[in-house]
């Protein structure tokens, strides 16, 4: 993968992010507080790879600390966007959890991963944003509130974040090693992680449509 083409995904990620924002804020009023949610964790999303974009193609800067600033507030807004879609329940568990993974991932970037790339505090993002998203998938087959579960935003929501952190999973897992053991060009890794992240991208727009068209039709 050329590093042309690297940036170029980045680019298209960055302006879906900014859409999916936009798009979740839109009628504001009228939207869940599910979807507003959805809404901020993508436009932190948007702001950190801009922050992340100057600072490394501009200012030739290591984007590590606005990056793990996003971690923390992305991690802590999905923990939120659960609890609200499970009902409000198990909130000291999604208190938990944002709070020990925010002090996992200042301790990390102060003094063990530092300024390299930060896959501990990423691996165990994953880890648990995919045990909140089975256990949505869980609590959707118990409760079944429409026999149409496509129909429902917070499917496709739910879809899009185990697609990607399970499929991310694999990458930040295997970073140092790919990085110091086989000494391999991290560019193509990153380049699938930006491919796969814009089709998780594509799948949220798909749940904020079907949200967009209840609200036009709520019968």
């Not at 900014?18 to 009228?30: D, M, P, R, Y």
């Not at 909140?132 to 087959?141: D, K, T, V």
Request: aromatic share 18%; proline share 2%.
């Amino acid at each position: 993968m050329t590093t042309e083409l690297y940036i170029a995904l980045v680019y298209v990620q960055t302006a879906l992010s900014a859409v999916i924002a936009g798009l979740a804020f839109w009628k504001f009023t009228f939207r869940s507080t599910v979807v507003k949610l959805v809404g901020l964790a993508f436009l932190v999303g948007f702001i950190s790879n801009l922050l992340a974009m100057v600072m490394n193609l501009i200012f030739k800067l290591n984007p590590n600390l606005p990056q793990s600033i996003y971690k923390i507030v992305y991690f802590c807004i999905i923990g939120l966007i659960y609890y609200y879609a499970t009902g409000k329940r198990n909130k000291l568990v999604y208190n938990f959890f944002c709070v020990s993974f925010s002090v996992f991932a200042v301790i990390n970037l102060l003094f063990i991963q530092k300024m390299q790339i930060n896959s501990y505090t990423s691996i165990l993002s994953a880890i648990i944003i995919i045990i909140y998203s089975i256990h949505y998938f869980y609590r959707l087959m118990i409760d079944l509130p429409t026999l149409n579960l496509h129909q429902l935003p917070m499917f496709w929501f739910n879809t899009a974040f185990l697609l990607f952190h399970s499929g991310a999973l694999f990458l930040f897992v295997f970073t140092d090693y790919l990085v110091n053991v086989l000494n391999n060009n991290l560019l193509v890794y990153w380049g699938f992680h930006n491919i796969l992240n814009i089709v998780v991208h594509l799948v949220v727009l798909i749940g904020l449509w079907i949200d967009l068209r209840n609200i036009k039709s709520p019968s």
